[in-house]
């Protein structure tokens, strides 16, 4: 019987991958007829009729796009996409957005008094048009004034996150190549995602691990007895990727779902809330309290060790420390707690004999773990991503098909093999080889050149500071002149309030942008970049897979007077003379063909790609799908060739290195650890009973497409974002669905909408991350009027060890709005005003 | 049959009776004439671009060749096959050609006779062209192309700086421009090409017993003179101690530290610090007479103890060099390039030693370097982590 429904499911694979192999020929003959002229005008920009359908890649998918009358009229998802995302639908929007940014501008009283301006006025959102080379020569005058006044210290260049795609045009390049051939700045260390986790990883597993390929998902299906999410919301956060998604991962998903109701696999969802996943699958549900899965996983640790169930062999071989970790869990440690299931219990909200029921399934069977990024975006974020190492270990099967633990299935189509194939390269980021900047000086004047990026406002507030930062120290520079390219800085940083009165010590703030984002209502010069879907570029088709690569041909022309960034920076740098140096001679579809030419000769026979015309024309080219693999299979099978990256090259259960470093808030093995506010009976709950979560928006990547108006249309609430909340909650305050609401605590306040959803327990409401910021004026504690969460939010790091952001620690309390009803002002540009 | 044999050998012994010798001599210069015309004519026809591709085998070579800059330019100048694949002097050109003997018989016994046949020996049939290339400083490319008639200025801003270099070492073409006529035979599992500057430095380094090196790239160990027993191997930018050559083979002598946790295959360079410069079978690593402890002591990052172990091997010949540093640089060229498509490259001293494995590892997935290539990165970083440059923090 197993054998026959393994043949069975064998056979099924075999077909599936048949399918891949004989599909895209089949269809591509569908393509030929369905988008006759795809391409045929692309890249020529020669005044010809450009009409006709059209290829493009985003972090939301591939498509094809048709062009009427030189506008963009309908988006169909990529014939190969079998699970493109709703999110497509607001692509239209985001290119015809009010919120464009139409023309260069620069903030009123800046302009008349530059650097000296009242910086007390950002945000009032007034600014006046100027022409491209008035900008520009404001801007490199300003980076001329910074190198010579203050040196590199002065200057910081913001991180780049999720740029638009594409690999030519990607802008955080075109921004660090541009600004580093005229001078060094203050630069960032980490990200916003997984900012403890990338930290804490490596000294624990040996990897940062939230960016590693993992267990592919047919052999989980295959080997998996239990599947544990673990505050992860795959479902949700696949529908986007880092270059061109490919929303492999889903066909996946769906086998699950299968296997789920078939009762093949079992699969527990951990979270306080009912996540679309869960909601998706089918499956079950283990409720948690917020920010208490450190000590709902040390109620499992200590079932599975007065229970012997755990793998001793398994931790006497391949992990250490596990001796100097036992003391903690049984009690016999400083603390003499022991961390029994009923400890547990009275902390996370799980019975205790429900958490032995855990420990018993977990170790009974093959059982994977699959762990979200929202648990480390909290204080001590680290604590949660090491204790879910630990409790792997002590399963044993790490190395296992099927188990062991993951920290990134619902990222990129992780899980996905690789085909094998070379992906694009990108424009250059670095200077090429022995060129030096026009400022040569890396004199810092004794601050830190790298400052991990959620300091960045604290660095503005109390420069000079020396703060303590993953073994080292980390001296804060005061810089006075910030760039922002691509990224939107007030959408991602938490705490608003504190932001506008640390963005008063900047001189000068510049913001290059394809839509009116807070950051560029906060910024002094404001430059209008064009969206991706206005110039001509090429990006690897799935992060992880490499399923092949798409070509994004530009669909109409730059909107208003905005302009690609390499044009924008090599402007930039042609006052310094520097222009030809920065773009090696080339223009745009000279780069595009060198990088997909420098692609297609790596691949070489084994890959084989047609010339980059045929490519161009069809819009794409797909590889074989890979072979399936094991996360951390090799170590497994030869710990001592094959060793972890950790400081021993084992899995570090106690780490020495940490543990000297002595912070008291990440000791040297994981430990449960009370947060400066907690729901659900922890500190400061009597004042502000509600733990508001912000998570991966459904609806936007990050802050990308809120300012997409039919997209937005699906999911705000008089215009508001919705704030999710319980029926019993909204009961007790009286609150109906589609209500307007003022979330507040003494951080900040926002106006939301209502939105009652039996998804959410009591004490547990939901402000998606990504909001657009619209305060009603420059003046802190303004009232936010559309909601972005991180008006509400803590700035605080997660520990001395990663200084990540804590965005998830954070309540609020909840009331109905009765006031007077201020107009949205997130959206829609600035007020331009002429000067005196 | 005897009668035959006694007519021809009088023919060519006897001296002539009827016809005068000047006449004969005349006679013979001409047909020596004619038959050194036939040569030559047969040698121009096997020398000319139809006849190469008159084989459907060289058929895809052609075509692959079309749209590069060498089949296709704006001033229309393009080589032929012989132009650049045999060499333009008499008695190479002989050699080559006697050689090529081999690819005909291949094509007509159908050893090559496909597309997918052909695609099968593509690495090696490139690798013999990449060798005589090698052999003679792509001494057919220069014929064209000289290194002393470039104006560095007029070429893109990228490339001045390499081919300024590349001027002054006077080095080989085809080091750096592979593929730049015919397709790249599939080299995923085969070496980054830029280490081909490393084999160069290494090859003209001057080997004195009892002086220290660096390993030039990952070789094979050898318990035995005769490299029959294999050891283990020795990875890239290893400082090693020769101490004496024989023939082809090269003593070395190693001196490292390693886990005592294990069977101690892994060697590193350091005391604590986890930079792999050498791994060994199981056997060689437990062997007593071969490996001997010096010290022991305990890692306090880690609690392990560590044991300072000397041994001495065999190698083949050659591969060590000077300094490290042609290593570091392409290793800096290779981390800079693949490790800021994505994002701007970290500082490379902002991390330690045994922080950087943990890092990259999480990282490397994304870029296109071979196994070879992360390995020495990998060791790159290490080197040059905060535990060796204490200016970044």
Known sequence: MINNSRRTFLKGLTLASMTALIGPSLLSIGDAAAAPAAGAGAGAGAGANNDGWKMAGSHWGAFRARIAGGKVVEVRAFEHDKHPTEMLNGIIGLIYSPSRIRYPMVRLDWLKNRHRSNTAERGDNRFVRVTWDEALDLVYGEMERVQQTYGPSGLHTGLVGWRQTGQFHTCGNHMLRAVGMHGHTVTTAGDYSTGAGQVIMPYVLGSTEVYSQGTSWELILKHSKNIIFWASDPVKNLQVGWNCETHESYAYIEQLKGKIARKEIRVISIDPVRSKTQNYLACEKQYVNPMTDVALMLGIAHTLYSEKLYNKQFLDSYALGFEQFLPYLLGTAADKTAKTPEWAAAICGVPAARIRELARLMAKERTQLIFGWAIQRQQHGEQPYWMGAVLAAMLGQIGLPGGGISYAHHYSSIGVPASGAAMPGAFPLNLDAGKKPKYPSTDYKGYSAVIPCARAIDALLEPGKVIDYNGSKVKL?????????????????????????????????????????????????????????????????????????????????????????????????????????????????????????????????????????????????????GKPSTRHADFREDAEINALGTPSGFIEIYSRKIANYKYPDCPGHPVWLEKNERSHGGPKSERYPLWMQSVHPDKRLHSQMCDSEPLRATYAIQGREPLFISPQDAKKRGIRHGDLLRVFNDRGQALVGAHVSADFPPGVVRLQEGAWYGPTGPEIGALDTYGDPNTLTQDIGTSRLAQAISANTCLVQVEKYTGKVPAVTAFGGPKEVKPK | MKKIWRWLAELFSKPSTRIGLGVLVTVGFIAGILAWQGFNKAMDLTNTTEFCVSCHTMQGNQTELKPTVHGTNRSGVTPGCPDCHVPHDFSDKIARKMKASVEVWSHLTGKIGTADKFEAHRLRLAQNEWDRFKANGSKECRTCHDYSKMDFDKMRPASQEPMRGAAERDQSCMDCHKGIAHHMPDMKNSHNPAFDSLVQAADSTRIQDGNSYINALPRELYSDEALGKAAGRIEIATPLKVLKQVGDAQQIELLAWRKSKGYGRVWYSQFGMNIVVATLDKATAQDKSLVEVLESKEDPNTGLIWQKVRAVFWTKQGGVMESADPIWDVARNSYQTSCSVCHKQPDVAHFDSNTWPGLFSG????????????ALVLKYLQNHSSDFDKTAH
């Not at chain 1, 910024?523 to 690569?549: H, K, M």
């Not at chain 1, 070509?551 to 302009?563: I, N, T």
């Not at chain 1, 090696?584 to 780069?591: A, F, S, T």
Request: charged fraction near 30%.
């Open chain 2, 363 to 374: 990282m490397v997935g994304f870029t296109n370097m071979d196994k070879d290539t992360q």
């Open chain 1, 477 to 625: 520079p005061p810089y006075k002149m910030a760039i922002y390219c691509g990224s939107n800085q007030w959408h991602r940083q938490q705490d608003r309030n504190k932001m506008k009165k640390a963005f008063r010590a900047l001189e000068t703030v510049v913001s290059v942008d394809y839509t009116w984002t807070a950051t560029c209502r906060f910024a002094d010069i404001v430059l209008p970049a064009c969206t991706q879907f206005e110039r001509n570029d090429i990006d690897a088709y799935g992060s992880y897979s490499n399923r092949g690569v798409i070509a994004m041909h530009k669909l109409v022309d730059p909107l208003f007077h905005s302009r690609p960034d390499f044009e924008i920076f090599r402007e930039l740098t042609r006052r310094f003379g520097r222009d030809k140096e920065y773009s090696r001679g080339m223009e745009e579809m000279e780069w595009v063909q060198q990088l997909y030419e420098q692609c297609r000769k790596e691949n070489g026979s084994k890959f084989p790609m047609p010339a980059f015309a045929e490519f161009w024309q069809k819009g794409y080219v797909l590889f074989p799908k």
